[in-house]
């Protein structure tokens, strides 16, 4: 998903297409010959509305170069996707991993495209069965269709959920195992994981990422090199105003005047000083001694 159009009065994100997939990314495109740090997420990693993503932040405060690898509504399974992609999170120094949404990502239940992983790609017959009154065809994205699943009754969704984290759990541990290079899992939300809040209840769930909690992340985390945790709200909502008027529309043409959903410039601050620490701590360790290493036989 890029999002250069619609916020191009904003921001411009000087996006490129790169990878197998050919997605788009966050530019200025990275010169990959030289020694990097690399950051795979979604949208939030991108930095929408943001000059100065993490990322970016991160790149200064090292001195080291950093690829930004986030995409819009893209899920763990995305980058397991994109050879090309993993090659570079392999060849970095160091790898950001950004816990991402469990919305995103094809199941049992449901497939996402392969590209827009926010978008239904087919429902199976089982969630037709579970929600037979439910009118599959009419969804374009999957937080629409899981919303009104909630809504239609909120039993029958905990199996949908639970479906749900089963996948991530899978996904996300494949994708850190796959990456050789040392890692850091990035927790980069206004809300902590120990949200116990169901889908809905309270919007809690909308928070991102979606359905994700303490629980898998403790199941999950140790398969990185470490783990960061940045829970803020600093600077929400974000204001969009340009000389106090309005630059964004709407798809219907309405003014957009505030950001409610995306990590403001200062929650980017946030998560950069966090991870700085940390990342500094790797690039002086070298290459990771892999888990099989070190088995004393």
């Known amino acids: ?16 297409r790169w990878g197998r997939l ?32 993490f990322p970016d932040l991160m790149a200064k405060a090292l001195g080291h170069r950093v690829a930004n690898f986030g995409t819009g509504g893209a899920g763990p399974g995305f980058f397991l996707r994109d050879s090309k992609v993993m090659e570079a999170a392999n060849d970095a ?3 950001v991993v950004q816990v991402m949404s469990a919305r995103s990502l094809s199941n049992r239940l449901f497939k996402v495209k392969v590209r827009r992983n926010a978008q239904v790609k087919a429902v199976s017959s089982a969630l037709e069965d579970l929600f037979p009154t439910v009118k599959f065809d009419q969804f374009t994205y999957a937080h629409n269709m899981l919303n009104e699943m909630a809504q239609t009754d909120a039993n029958r969704f905990a199996e949908v959920e639970r479906e749900l984290k089963t996948a991530w759990i899978a996904r996300t541990r494949t994708l850190l195992e796959s990456i050789e290079a040392p890692t850091i899992l990035l927790w980069f939300s206004e809300r902590a994981p120990e949200s116990r809040k169901t889908h809905r209840e309270g919007r809690a769930m909308l928070k991102y990422p979606h359905f994700v909690d303490r629980d898998m992340i403790e199941q999950v985390a140790h398969f990185a090199d ?19 008027a309005p630059v964004l529309k709407t798809p219907k043409g309405d003014p957009v005047t505030e950001n409610r959903y995306y990590p403001s410039p200062e929650m980017h601050e946030a998560a950069a000083a966090a991870l700085t620490p940390a990342a500094r701590r790797l690039l002086d360790l070298g290459p990771r001694a892999r ?6 036989v």
Do not use: W
């Open 93 to 95: 120094a160091l790898c």
């Open 226 to 244: 470490d783990y960061v945790e940045c829970a803020t709200d600093v600077g929400m909502p974000q204001s969009l105003l340009v000389d106090n």
């Open 291 to 296: 888990a099989e290493d070190d088995v004393t």
């Open 1 to 16: 998903m890029t999002y250069q159009k619609p916020d191009a009065a904003f921001i411009n994100y000087h996006v490129y």
């Open 22 to 53: 050919n997605q788009i990314y966050r530019g200025p495109e990275p010169d990959l010959t030289q020694p990097y740090i690399a950051c795979l997420g979604a949208a939030q990693t991108f930095g929408r509305y943001v000059r100065r993503p």
